[in-house]
């Protein structure tokens, strides 16, 4: 579990790991939500009018990876596989570091595999970063 401190961590100290690889550079990482559906339920004896309320089932939102491009081609071709019909699951860590670089929470999402892959704007007038984003679905997200 991470470790509890007064003051909170800062969001800019993290790393992404991808099946155990610390995978390079990545400017920004949306963390899924994670969400118990609510079943609402009555029996046809309850006296009451009124629905019970029931967890359902676990549903988690994508993790979604944005980072600059710089000619590395891995998170496309990853991307690539799937689409051509491999299915290539991979483990992903998103990694909070401390102000010394040290680790102090880890998210670990199981059997994570890309949904969508964006290579990002360009623009003649433009002078900003070509951002590419990866968005990966997964069976679960823990926390360690």
Known sequence: M?????DPYLDFNFLVEIDGVAAAGFSEVDLPTATIEVVR?????DRQSSARSLPG?????????????????????????LAEG???????????????????ARWLLRN?????YEAGTLAALGNDVVVETLVLAHDGI???
């Open 2 to 6: 991470p470790e509890q401190r007064d």
């Open 41 to 45: 339920y009555r029996d046809g004896a």
């Open 57 to 81: 089932r676990v549903v988690y939102d994508p993790l979604v990876l944005r980072r600059g491009f710089a000619g590395d081609a891995t998170l496309f071709d990853w991307w690539t596989t």
């Open 112 to 116: 994570a595999w890309p949904t969508r």
């Open 142 to 144: 823990r926390l360690e």
């Open 86 to 104: 491999t299915i290539d699951r991979r483990n992903v860590a998103v990694v909070l570091l401390d102000e010394a670089r040290n680790p102090v």
